[in-house]
T-cell receptor
Framework: GAVVSQHPSRVICKSGTSVKIECRSL??????MFWYRQFPKQSLMLMAT?????????EQGVEKDKFLINHASLTLSTLTVTSAHPEDSSFYIC??????????????FGPGTRLTVL | AQRVTQPEKLLSVFKGAPVELKCNYS??????LFWYVQYSRQRLQLLLR??SRESIKGFTADLNKGETSFHLKKPFAQEEDSAMYYC?????????????FGKGTKLTVNP
């Protein structure tokens, strides 16, 4: 199956700083990428959907100025958590959906990034 | 609105016993239903989808539109089946193709 990578896998930062998380589709082109947030022992909550070259669509309750998403190419999307606070500490997971017909309907998930804000 | 309900947070069975993980959904259009599995310290991966009608690792799931359910079943559980299982729905109504997840069920298969 297709592979999605995330970098970094783990990050610890001070309150007030910004953190960038990268999501890459390694062996396929992704028309659409999704960013999820997962709290401990809870489900994945969709934060936003991004299509290459256009603005991301944010879910209700997600601050777009706080969680900046850029989808500059068919293989890369970034999530920047701006002015991070301890309540932003979470597990962030990206997912990518393929461009090729055989990939289109399946979403492939990255391994996640553990963000801890001190 | 799309909604997925997995009523059991935890499910524990013995090896060789049948297992059923429940999933109910709410969606006014024609949904696509999926089961995803997350083994310990691994990423989320697709287990099966209703349109494929296939059996993966001995698991099957049938979409019951009348009961709006998509329960996951396996006749004889194995220890390696222990994992988190998430039911997910993707709708097509209004062009919305986002995947909505249930809260997940943690399955433990005891020896």
């Amino acid at each position: 199956g297709a592979v999605v990578s995330q970098h970094p896998s783990r990050v610890i930062c001070k309150s007030g700083t910004s953190v960038k998380i990268e999501c890459r589709s390694l062996d396929f082109q992704a028309t659409t990428m999704f960013w999820y947030r997962q709290f401990p022992k809870q489900s994945l909550m969709l934060m936003a959907t991004s299509n290459e070259g256009s603005k991301a669509t944010y879910e209700q309750g997600v601050e777009k100025d706080k969680f900046l998403i850029n989808h500059a190419s068919l293989t890369l999307s970034t999530l920047t958590v701006t002015s991070a606070h301890p309540e932003d500490s979470s597990f962030y997971i990206c997912s990518a959906r393929g461009l090729a017909p055989e990939d289109y309907n399946e979403q492939f998930f990255g391994p996640g990034t553990r963000l801890t804000v001190l | 609105a799309q909604r997925v309900t997995q009523p059991e947070k935890l499910l524990s069975v013995f090896k060789g016993a049948p297992v059923e993980l429940k999933c109910n959904y709410s969606y006014s259009g024609s949904p696509e239903l999926f089961w995803y599995v997350q083994y310990s310290r691994q990423r989320l991966q697709l287990l099966l989808r209703h349109i494929s009608r296939e059996s993966i690792k001995g698991f099957t799931a049938d979409l019951n539109k009348g009961e709006t359910s998509f329960h996951l079943k396996k006749p004889f559980a194995q220890e390696e089946d222990s994992a988190m299982y998430y039911c997910a729905l993707r709708g097509r109504k209004g062009g919305s193709e986002k995947l909505v997840f249930g809260k997940g069920t943690k399955l433990t298969v005891n020896p």
